[in-house]
């Protein structure tokens, strides 16, 4: 699985991933930093590359609708401190070995995972 990890997020939730195995690159790394949503997204879209994000605007499934790009990972933090950032993308990590959010979104909170696939 290839990710990208968006700006609003700690570096470290990057190398969370790549520790866990995974390809994951920073929007800030490749220049994307105060790209609109849709530049984003088609960017994550073309690098087959599942969004890292804290933005709920990507939840919208109506105009990111599942199935139709490689994957949102909304995380929802009860607060945006980096110590619970970082909890929480471990968490991430970890449940990736037996689920993929592939093509799906899913909004990964301290005690649970939804996901919607359509």
């Excluded at 790009?69 to 990736?96: C, Y």
């Excluded at 037996?98 to 696939?117: F, M, N």
């Amino acid at each position: 699985m290839k990710f990208k990890v968006d700006e609003n997020l700690p570096v470290e939730c990057a190398e969370y991933l790549q520790a866990a195995g995974y390809d994951s690159e920073t929007v800030a790394a490749e220049a994307l930093s105060g790209s609109q949503d849709p530049v984003l997204f088609d960017h994550c879209k073309k690098e087959d590359r599942i969004l890292v994000t804290l933005d709920l605007d990507f939840a919208n499934v109506q105009v990111y609708p599942p199935r139709t790009h490689a994957g949102v990972v909304v995380l929802r933090p009860p607060n945006q401190d980096k110590r619970t950032l970082l909890s929480i993308a471990k968490r991430l990590s970890e449940i990736l070995p037996s689920r993929s959010p592939k093509g799906q979104l899913w909004i990964v909170e301290a005690d649970r995972v939804r996901v919607r696939e359509q």
